[in-house]
């Protein structure tokens, strides 16, 4: 690869992932502390927030303006649906009001902001603009606003996670995960209180640090970990980017296994049999959203896996930007037939076999892999 191919690409991912996490920031605060609801049920009965509208809507804006409307093609999970019902007015306005509020500190992360507010057709259509399906060719922004939108709610972790696939494959991902502080002290309070943290406001911001913002561009063995900025300074890019490389623990007795939070998600008891039979003996850390793949990738935990139940088709938004960020910091990912995940064949990972391995190196991924041949005639899944 071209050592300066997607350079500017990357610096603005990166950058619009800055404005997001704000946002961000900003919404779940309101959320926690005036109890604002604003949270609504799509029809699959996932929650749907101020902040995951917002976010399409900033960043959707955001990269059309800088690369041009045309050029831009965004898969990205949210629709115009849900504020476009009668009684949503409320949730259209807060998401107008969000949006302009982010838009207008556009230049604290060295990027331009609008000369006027948006209006709120041009918000609509900043969302309904990221309705790529993606697929084999061309480029195309993959963008999950808020990964893990129940963690967002709960006051707990989440992610926006923004990545760029050329010719199906993925070049770069960004994971902005704005409650994962830049020092790893949280996986500790984590195993003492055993239970997710239920309410950010309850901890004061020094005990968690400020969040983070991970990087990788493909094929540069790479991945690169931000601070996200605090109060009234600016982004200086690259903004004492510090590397980072995964575990290197491969003995499966000292290995941490992280895994989604709610047992809808991922089968908890077949994770737990195989995490049993290759011989790991520590509590599974259970976190919202894709900062599993940061904590992978940043060596606070070795493994991480995902089954869901069957007939469930993972999306590629849940995965883009994780999956480069654990490979360039030494990580592997794949399903559990062993096979690389294929962001190629449009918005679902189609032909994933059954479910996803992330490890922090091959010893421990050679031996899961195994345990899934050696279990799965047994597991009912
Ligand atoms: N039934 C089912 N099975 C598997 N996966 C599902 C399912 N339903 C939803 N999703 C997708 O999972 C994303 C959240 O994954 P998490 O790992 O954060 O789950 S958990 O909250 O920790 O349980 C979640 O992402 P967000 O919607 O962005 O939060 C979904 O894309
Ligand atoms: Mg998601």
Known sequence: MEKDKYTKELEVAVRVVHVACDLCGRVQERLLSANIDHVVSKDDDSPVTVADLSVQAT???LLSRIFGGQNVSIVAEEDTEIISKDDSAGLLAAVVDTVNHSLASAPKYGLQRPETPLRTAEVLEAISHCNSTGGPSGRHWVLDPVDGTLGFVRGDQYAVALALVEDGK???GVLGCPNYPVKTEWLNYHHQHDETRSNLSSTTPDAWGKGCVLYARKGSGEAWLQPLIAGDKMLEWP???????????????????????ERANSNHSFTAGLAHSVGLRKQPLRVHSMVKYAAI???????FMKFARSGYKEKIWDHAAGVVIVEEAGGMVTDAGGRRLDFSKGMYLEGLDRGIIACSGLTLHDKLISAVY???DSSNL
Not at 252 to 259: D, I, R, V
């Open 374 to 376: 050696a279990s799965w």
């Open 59 to 61: 960043i959707s804006w």
């Open 239 to 261: 903004n004492c980017a510090r590397l980072i490389q995964v575990s290197s623990v491969d003995d499966p007795a000292l290995a941490t296994l992280c895994e989604p939070v």
């Open 297 to 303: 990738a940043r060596g606070d935990a070795e493994i």
């Open 170 to 172: 993925v070049v770069f």
